[in-house]
């Protein structure tokens, strides 16, 4: 950025309204800018060190596996057959489209749709509190 003002600056008597708006030619020099920093490969230095550190903090699976609702999850998921609950695990924990299912296990689109419904279906069922409909 500092570059760029500095251009700018420089270079303002340059500017020619009949060419085009003021935002646009600001623009171009921005990005003229920056396209050759990309080009010499050079990287901000910001001076500051910040050492990596590991999160100590359980991650979101394993604090919902000690909860109570991960326990029910985690049991109702092992109700469920091995194809629904192998769909749903990649679709929600890999972010798996249902093309992407699909194509992993050669399977047709709408089977996999269709799987992924009924086992989330069974899942809604398992979960539901007894006598809620």
Known sequence: MHEAFVS???????????RGTGEAWLTSIVRYRAL???????????????PEQEDEEPDPLARLLDSAEGAALHRCLEELDAERRVLILHAFMDGLTHTE??????????????????????LRHCLEPEGVT
């Open 8 to 18: 700018i600056w420089q270079y303002a008597d340059r500017f020619d309204p009949s």
């Open 36 to 50: 050759d920093l990309v080009r010499r490969g050079v990287r901000e230095v910001t001076g500051v060190d910040i």
């Open 101 to 122: 299912l699909a194509d992993r296990f050669a399977m047709p689109l709408g089977t996999v749709k269709s799987s992924i419904r009924r086992g989330l279906a069974g």
